[in-house]
T-cell receptor, first 111, second 110 residues
Framework: GEQVEQRPPHLSVREGDSAVITCTYTDPNSYYFFWYKQEPGASLQLLMKVFSSTEINEGQGFTVLLNKKDKRLSLNLTAAHPGDSAAYFCAVWTNAYKVIFGKGTHLHVLP | ETAVFQTPNYHVTQVGNEVSFNCKQTLGHDTMYWYKQDSKKLLKIMFSYNNKQLIVNETVPRRFSPQSSDKAHLNLRIKSVEPEDSAVYLC?????????FGSGTRLLVI
């Protein structure tokens, strides 16, 4: 079945620096990809949903890149601020009833 | 307000007790899920229900059982809780690729 590897598990950056989180997946038939943010004690908040035909997706303060050839999905926070400190999860959707989550990245942005 | 609603937010109980968590979605979605999130934040799917039919049961212990009265409700019962059941239980619903998560029920087993 589909495997999703997320790296790094922990990431500390200084305010203003960029932060990059990467996921690799195995199923070439995967065609929807998600990034979620989870603040402490809160639920998962959808940051972006990416369809497989779109390689670069711009959000507010972040960019999501999809490399289908390498089966890699990345989240790039361009200028991190303390409010970005949270756990981030990638997720890969291959059929209607199964979404596979990465193991998460704990991001800590130092002021 | 349309969302996924979970109750209770927190629950503390002793080993061996029975607990039940409720989940309701007002989004008109067709599929609902229960996920378990452990202390390391790992997310694991437990159950998936589509129009009251169980779709996925990821080999969770038999003391866990989902209960659905209609496609807007999916409850979770744990017959005899164990210490390793301490976790956050997240309910979600979806239509196609659009997923919405509830705020979670945090269970502590002492």
């Amino acid at each position: 079945g589909e495997q999703v590897e997320q790296r790094p598990p922990h990431l500390s950056v200084r305010e203003g620096d960029s932060a990059v989180i990467t996921c690799t997946y195995t199923d070439p038939n995967s065609y929807y990809f998600f990034w979620y943010k989870q603040e402490p004690g809160a639920s998962l908040q959808l940051l972006m949903k990416v369809f497989s035909s779109t390689e670069i997706n711009e959000g507010q303060g972040f960019t999501v890149l999809l490399n289908k050839k390498d089966k890699r999905l990345s989240l790039n926070l361009t200028a991190a601020h303390p409010g970005d400190s949270a756990a981030y999860f990638c997720a890969v959707w291959t059929n209607a009833y199964k979404v596979i989550f990465g193991k998460g990245t704990h991001l800590h942005v130092l002021p | 307000e349309t969302a996924v609603f979970q109750t209770p937010n927190y629950h503390v109980t002793q080993v061996g007790n029975e607990v039940s968590f409720n989940c309701k979605q007002t989004l008109g979605h067709d599929t609902m899920y229960w996920y378990k999130q452990d202390s390391k934040k790992l997310l694991k799917i437990m159950f998936s229900y589509n129009n009251k039919q169980l779709i996925v049961n990821e080999t969770v212990p038999r003391r866990f059982s989902p209960q659905s009265s209609d496609k807007a409700h999916l409850n979770l019962r744990i017959k005899s809780v164990e210490p390793e059941d301490s976790a956050v239980y997240l309910c979600a619903s979806s239509r196609g690729q659009d997923y919405t998560f509830g705020s979670g029920t945090r269970l502590l087993v002492i």
